[in-house]
């Protein structure tokens, strides 16, 4: 089981700098942006033009460092809790809490992920798939569209947080049962 975990927390950590260096690089390029003006870097796998509003960009590009910086904290927990299973330390209120936090964290970066990227995609036109001569219909169809991919493509964030509560939760009912435990011998 040792094994197993420190498996697991080496991927965390792999996982740890490799969105610290993609955050440093989209600071560093969103200070430049707003000094220097430049090209536009991709946001949700799309490649922006000149032409978009540029404090919209910069809106969306400081959210999306915010969001990378939020995950970088639900991984540095992550990787705590994996630390404490390590050191045989598994039932632990700390840990329950954590863990909660954690599955709580992924809900709520896994939804302001959908929300923003629905929108992106489907009320800036971007990818846009022209169906109708009516823009309601073309923005409904695109709107439908853009959700439906997103949702998907994000279910495994909210899978992975459900079973993090799961796990939490069996977490509290293990503590109950090793302080009965305890208090018995």
Do not use: W
Request: glycine share 6%; with cysteine.
């Amino acid at each position: 089981m040792k094994t197993a975990l420190n498996l697991l927390k080496i991927i965390v950590l792999l996982f740890i700098i490799s969105l610290s260096i993609d955050s440093v690089r989209k600071v560093f390029h969103f200070i430049q942006h707003i000094v220097n003006g430049g090209q536009k870097i991709e946001i949700f796998k799309i490649q922006l033009t000149d032409h978009f509003n540029t404090n919209l960009y910069h809106f969306f590009l400081a959210t999306v460092i915010l969001l990378g910086l939020y995950l970088l904290y639900l991984l540095f927990s992550f990787k705590t809790v994996i630390s404490n299973f390590i050191n045989d330390t598994i039932f632990t209120p700390e840990n329950c809490d954590r863990l909660k936090k954690i599955g709580n964290g992924l809900i709520i970066y896994a939804t302001v992920l959908i929300v923003l990227e629905i929108f992106f995609r489907g009320f800036l036109g971007l990818n846009e798939i022209r169906f109708s001569n009516d823009p309601a219909v073309n923005l409904g169809y695109n709107l439908g569209y853009a959700s439906a991919t997103i949702i998907k493509q994000k279910l495994p964030i909210f899978l992975i947080a459900l079973f993090i509560q799961f796990i939490s939760y069996v977490l509290v009912k293990g503590n109950v049962l090793q302080q009965e435990n305890d208090l018995t011998i």
